[in-house]
Structure formats: structure tokens, C-alpha cells
């Protein structure tokens, strides 16, 4: 199974990253968001993205056209009748996932493939809301997908041998290195990655070292590109609470319970670089 057409329901960090990866591949791509304003939006994400690259000569002007050529920006899911791939890039809520998979599933043909990037939901769950459940996996993508190159591929209970395989190929396509891995919460990245960000906050929170000290000591004595706390407000805090308590939920385990520090700061509106505030201040 070829994968050529490819929409992307979600214009947002991810959905933005993933459809212009795919879109650079050479896939025809269309992109879904709710209103004319979100999809301006998110066209100008992937425009500046690219034309940074253009700047900093790793792309000619020429191709950044002819990428963004190949993408279709549109308010109606009609647009992805004729797709081979339909990867979803949404908010990370199960009964909102769950709706958009199903009436997916009465748009798209049968050889169609569902792919949601959630981080932590069960892929399993979803598949169950469509009648293609064989024809369903996780493509978890990392921000920024332009630049980090792996892509985790899930396959549920119900998965087909062809929809895997056709969805690795389709990640190596992207230029991404796949890494397989079964329907389990949080699948292998977020399974570690989780509780040693929850640790950090842990140890900020008993008064360890500073959060300077911490983010110096992952990144210089472990080669970490950002420290865990510089990350933490780079994913997200909300985002990052949120997987957490899916996770917890799943295992009832003490490594994945969010600590109240990061309760507390998710309360008071600070999210990270997203709100300009997190546990480092990005205002100024
Ligand atoms: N076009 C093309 N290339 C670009 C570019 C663009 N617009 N912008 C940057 N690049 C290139 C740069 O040229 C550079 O390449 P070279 O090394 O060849 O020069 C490279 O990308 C890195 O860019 P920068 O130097 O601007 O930035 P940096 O070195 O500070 O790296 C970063 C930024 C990639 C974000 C790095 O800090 C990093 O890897 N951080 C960790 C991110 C991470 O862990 N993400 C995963 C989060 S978890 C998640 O997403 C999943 C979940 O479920 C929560």
C-alpha cells in the first residue's frame, strides 16, 4: 500500500509539523482546521518554518513553492475523501477523537488509514469508533517535528500487518527513523520520558538544587539538548499534566502521579513558553 495523499486534521504544533514534513516528502497533503483564521494560522507556521530554512540555505526558494503547492488548506473534512492516510492532530480528548474518527469513517474510502499522533490515549479506543478498526494505528510525532527524527509507530490489538507496514514505510518516507511499539500507554518514549520530567519537579520541589542547577546537570552530564525542566516548559506544563494523569490512570503508579508544584503553576495560567511562563519567565 502506497501512501501518497495524506490529510492532516489539526493545524496546530504537531498537525502544522507533520503535514509539512509530508508535504516535503513530496505527498500531496490537505489540512484540516476548524475556521479560515486557524488555517491561516497554521499555513503561517509552516511558511515560516520553511522560509527559515530557505534563509539559512538548506532549501531554495524554489522548493519551499513547490512544498507548499502540494498542501490544500480547507475547513471540511470532505477534503480528505480521496487521501490514503489520515493522520490526526487534534486536542488530546478521547470522546473528541473518537467523534472525528467516526464521521472520518464515513468519508474516507476503505483503504484508507487512520493515524492519530496522541501521546498517551489508547489508539485502541479510537479504532474502536470507527467500523476500519484493522486499518488503524498511532503515528506519534515529536516537537518540533521538522527537526526531531523519530516517529513512534503504534499498533493496536486490531492492527493489520499491511496498515503497519504501509505506516513505517510511510514514516521512513518522512525521513523519520520508526520505532515500533504496542498500544501501551505513553508507548516507549513517553513511558520514560514522563516520570523522569515528574522526578525533576520533584527534586526542584524538595529543594535539591535550583532549576538552573538541574537543567545544567541533565544537559552537561548526560548530553541532553535542553534540561528537563527547559523542556517541561517547552512541551508544555498543561500538556505534560495531562499525559501524566492519563498515565497514572492507566497504571495507579506513584511515578506518573503529577507532582502539586506542577499542579499549582498549571493553576495560575503558567504553561511554558506557550504563556510566555513556566518555570522560567520568557515575558521579557
Ligand atoms: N529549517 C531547517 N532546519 C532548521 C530550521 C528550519 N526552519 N530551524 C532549525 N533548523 C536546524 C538548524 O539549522 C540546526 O541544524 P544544524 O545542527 O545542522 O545547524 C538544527 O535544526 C537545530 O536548530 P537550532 O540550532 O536553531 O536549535 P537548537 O540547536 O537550539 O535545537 C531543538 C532546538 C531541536 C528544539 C533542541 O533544543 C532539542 O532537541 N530539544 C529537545 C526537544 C525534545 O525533546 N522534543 C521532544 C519533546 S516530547 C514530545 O514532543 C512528545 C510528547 O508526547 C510530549
Request: negative net charge; proline residues 4%; hydrophobic residues 40%.
Amino acid at each position: 500500500m502506497d501512501i501518497n495523499k495524506v490529510g492532516v486534521v489539526g493545524c496546530g504544533l504537531m498537525g502544522s509539523g507533520i503535514a509539512q514534513i509530508a508535504a516535503q516528502a513530496g505527498c500531496d497533503v490537505v489540512v484540516r482546521e476548524v475556521d479560515e483564521a486557524l488555517c491561516a494560522k497554521g499555513k503561517g507556521k509552516i511558511e515560516k518554518f520553511l522560509g527559515k530554512a530557505v534563509e539559512k540555505g538548506k532549501m531554495t526558494e524554489e522548493d519551499m513553492n513547490a512544498v507548499l503547492g502540494r498542501m490544500t488548506f480547507t475547513t471540511e473534512l470532505s477534503g480528505f475523501s480521496e487521501c490514503d492516510l489520515v493522520v490526526e492532530a487534534i486536542i488530546e480528548n478521547l470522546d473528541i477523537k473518537r467523534e472525528l474518527f467516526a464521521e472520518l469513517d464515513t468519508i474516507c474510502p476503505p483503504h484508507t488509514v487512520f493515524a492519530s499522533n496522541t501521546s498517551s490515549l489508547s489508539v485502541g479506543d479510537m479504532a474502536a469508533s470507527t467500523n476500519r478498526a484493522a486499518n488503524f494505528v498511532g503515528l506519534h510525532f515529536f516537537n518540533p517535528v521538522p527537526l526531531m527524527k523519530l516517529v513512534e509507530v503504534v499498533r493496536t490489538l486490531e492492527t493489520s500487518d499491511e496498515a503497519f507496514d504501509a505506516s513505517c514505510a510511510f514514516g521512513e518516507k518522512v525521513g523519520k527513523v520508526v520505532v515500533r511499539a504496542k498500544d501501551s500507554p505513553g508507548f516507549v518514549v513517553n513511558l520514560l520520558l514522563v516520570p523522569y520530567l515528574l522526578d525533576a519537579i520533584r527534586a526542584l520541589e524538595s529543594g535539591v538544587a535550583t532549576k538552573e542547577d538541574i537543567d545544567a546537570g541533565m544537559k552537561l552530564g548526560c548530553g541532553h539538548p535542553m534540561g528537563p525542566l527547559e523542556l517541561l516548559d517547552f512541551v508544555g506544563l498543561d500538556t505534560t499534566m495531562y499525559i501524566a494523569d492519563i498515565m497514572f490512570h492507566e497504571f495507579k503508579q506513584y511515578r506518573y502521579s503529577a507532582p502539586p508544584m506542577l499542579r499549582r503553576l498549571v493553576a495560575s495560567g503558567r504553561h511554558g513558553r506557550k504563556t510566555r511562563y513556566g518555570f522560567y519567565d520568557y515575558r521579557k
